[in-house]
């Protein structure tokens, strides 16, 4: 499926890029503000802004590394050396690493937390999106790791506040083969009261 725009293109073509399959360079300092930029213009409503990012630099990989070694053996106590070492080499996999924490407002009277985790979801799809943009691949990661108190601590989470997971962004050295998309008609249906 396209159009004869450039922007619908681009959202119908996009696709998540492993870490694995992400190279130098990464996206300089200006294009991450602009990246940021981006997600500040998802949906949001009451401008709640439940979302907060990191950047991760070059210099506190090592740090996130071990970080994700003790998430993991939260997570399972007897992983095996092979898997501990597979959770420290995540933190070098890819040139940039974007941080995304949720900050839900439970007490607000109009905006149900629901809503408030959507917005965040689509911030990270406008950042994935622009990243696309400007030339780069990404993917957001999570798993069960974020839910641990290892990396609690380590992104300094307050109370309430959520890892939702990291987005891995450089550019693309081994692209993903062709992605089969759903049918439109699987996903659309008429409403009839």
Same mark, same amino acid.
């Given at each position: 499926?396209?159009?004869?725009?450039?922007?619908?293109?681009?959202?119908?073509?996009?696709?998540?890029?492993?870490?694995?399959?992400?190279?130098?360079?990464?996206?300089?300092?200006?294009?991450?503000?602009?990246?940021?930029?981006?997600?500040?213009?998802? /949906?949001?409503?009451?401008?709640?802004?439940?979302?907060?990012?990191?950047?991760?630099?070059?210099?506190?990989?090592?740090?996130?590394?071990?970080?994700?070694?003790?998430?993991?053996?939260?997570?399972? /106590?007897?992983?095996?050396?092979?898997?501990?070492?597979?959770?420290?080499?995540?933190?070098?996999?890819? /040139?940039?690493?974007?941080?995304?924490?949720?900050?839900?407002?439970?007490?607000?009277?109009?905006?149900?937390?629901?809503?408030?985790?959507?917005?965040?979801?689509?911030?990270?799809?406008?950042?994935?999106?622009?990243?696309?943009?400007?030339?780069?691949?990404?993917?957001?990661?999570?798993?069960?790791?974020?839910?641990?108190?290892?990396?609690?601590?380590?992104?300094?989470?307050?109370?309430?506040?959520?890892?939702?997971?990291?987005?891995?962004?450089?550019?693309?050295?081994? /692209?993903?083969?062709?992605?089969?998309?759903?049918?439109?008609?699987?996903?659309?249906?008429?409403?009839?009261?």
């Amino acid at each position: 499926m396209s159009s004869d725009n450039a922007l619908i293109d681009l959202i119908l073509s996009r696709s998540s890029v492993a870490p694995r399959r992400l190279g130098a360079p990464g996206p300089s300092a200006a294009q991450i503000d602009t990246l940021i930029a981006c997600a500040l213009t998802a /949906p949001d409503h009451g401008a709640i802004r439940p979302w907060r990012f990191l950047r991760v630099p070059a210099e506190h990989r090592d740090v996130l590394a071990e970080a994700f070694v003790a998430a993991k053996l939260e997570v399972e /106590p007897d992983a095996s050396d092979v898997a501990v070492e597979r959770a420290r080499k995540k933190a070098h996999k890819e /040139p940039e690493t974007i941080v995304v924490i949720f900050r839900p407002d439970p007490a607000h009277p109009v905006v149900p937390v629901q809503e408030q985790a959507m917005s965040v979801g689509a911030a990270c799809e406008n950042i994935l999106l622009a990243a696309e943009a400007m030339g780069f691949g990404g993917m957001l990661l999570s798993g069960a790791e974020v839910t641990t108190q290892a990396l609690r601590r380590t992104f300094h989470l307050e109370e309430g506040e959520e890892l939702v997971g990291f987005i891995g962004i450089g550019t693309v050295v081994n /692209p993903p083969g062709p992605k089969d998309r759903p049918a439109v008609a699987g996903h659309l249906a008429t409403w009839t009261p």
